[in-house]
């Protein structure tokens, strides 16, 4: 019988800019002490570590965590494109669960280089390539930003779908900056108005530069162990996985002729549903959400994949401010990837950590009160969807 994994302890590092950063293996290292500082325990005592980074030579997880020590654990390198801090999380909380290890350390670090996403491998396939089948005879071909491309896309697919004004996409932005400016962490903290959103340089389809999440460096960290060695060690044992998911592509994905099924809205769909099976849990009663806002359009569309609103009623669901302090839920308190940044690696863990806070009431300005359930939603293109439901149990 697998046992529930705790969340002992979370910690991240402030996000910067690529301008700003430090070294890949100076952020991991302090994200991985923060979380055992939280934890109350030694890094001797990790038994199995799982890291996660995109842009960086294999072992680079080891190159952080041996700042840490070297104490002769595996140490098990993770990239799943965006998703990949909730990759290594899952695979830990696996361990956990299956009693495979008692204490396991999950930690994303990413030091991103200036300018949008682009393939670093030109010589070999690209894992896109079955995509772009897709999304050539929809869109044809251009210079911008293939993510932009792909999710600015999906965005103008759903607004010719359900007759909405592509403006409303700005209002996300709006929020992202508005409760990004209650998180130290966070690295756009400036408000900013519908009309500078607007007006801001046109990316593709209704994207403007301040509707795309920017290229960011920095890493968080969680410390995973089983609840009967929580107590018998006396770690905090208060925020638990109640459920998780992780779904890649189905066929929809390339069948739909779809750029909505292109970004994974049925991989997002999917494994939310799973996890409220598993968990037993409404989203209508889930009060606070970090999700996958890489682009103002796939928040939108995160809304209705989550089932936090039925499909069709994402623009109601925005106008009537039920996404935020005062409506139903409060989707990404922290700014999100939007304003708190997206270091690809880190993401996931970041998102895990800002939930735990949240969970423990520790979450200041920003806190979402009496929140005992919270839910996490983190994908990478190409593709992984993860959904992860922490509950608090004391």
């Given amino acids: 019988m697998s046992r529930r994994a705790v969340v002992a302890g979370v910690g991240m590092i402030p996000f910067t800019t690529p301008s700003r950063t430090e070294s890949y293996d100076r952020m991991g290292e302090k ?30 997880g080891q190159a952080a965590l041996y700042r840490v020590g070297t104490s002769g654990i595996p140490v098990v390198n993770v990239n799943n ?6 990759s290594a999380l899952f ?28 393939a670093k491998w030109t010589d070999r396939p690209s894992p896109f390539d ?12 251009g210079d911008e930003p293939f993510a932009a491309r792909y999710f600015g896309g999906a965005g103008r697919e759903y607004a010719e779908k359900y007759g909405m004004d592509p403006a409303v996409y700005a209002q996300i932005s709006v929020k992202a900056r508005r409760h990004a400016a209650n998180n130290p962490y966070a690295v756009f903290r400036d408000p900013v108005t519908v009309e500078e959103v607007l007006a801001a340089p046109r990316i593709y389809g209704p994207l403007t530069r301040l509707q795309c999440c920017p290229p960011t460096c920095g890493a968080a960290a969680a410390v995973l162990v089983g609840e009967d060695y929580a107590r018998a060690h006396g770690l905090r044992s208060d925020v638990v996985i109640a459920a998780q998911a992780m779904t890649t592509d189905l066929p929809s994905t390339f069948a739909d002729a779809s750029m909505i099924s292109i970004v994974g809205y049925q ?4 494994a939310a549903e799973q996890v409220y099976e598993d968990s037993g849990v409404d989203p209508l009663d889930i009060p606070v959400v970090e999700l996958h806002d890489c682009f103002t359009t796939n928040e939108l569309l995160s809304y209705e994949a989550l089932g936090l609103t039925a499909e069709g009623t994402a623009e109601k669901f925005i106008a009537d401010g039920d996404n935020t302090y005062g409506g139903r839920v409060v989707t990404n308190p922290s700014g999100g990837l939007l304003s708190k940044g997206h270091p690809l690696g880190a993401t996931g ?7 735990v806070w949240q969970l423990r009431g520790q979450a200041d300005a920003r806190q979402v009160p009496d929140a005992r359930i919270a839910l996490q939603h983190n994908i990478g293109l190409g593709g992984a969807a993860v959904v992860t439901l922490y509950r608090k149990v004391s």
């Fill in 130 to 141: 079955s995509f772009d089948t897709v999304v050539h005879p929809l869109q044809g071909d």
């Fill in 81 to 86: 494109n965006c998703s990949t801090g909730s």
């Fill in 91 to 118: 695979l830990a909380r696996q361990a956990i669960e299956h009693g495979v290890a008692d204490v396991v350390l999950a930690l994303g670090f990413e030091q991103m280089e200036r300018g949008a996403l682009g």
């Fill in 267 to 270: 991989m997002t769909k999917a």
């Fill in 349 to 355: 863990l970041a998102q895990c950590a800002e939930l």
């Fill in 31 to 60: 994200a991985a002490r923060a979380a055992l500082a939280d934890a109350g325990i030694s890094y001797d005592r990790i038994q199995q570590a799982y890291t996660g980074y995109v842009y960086g030579d294999s072992t680079s």
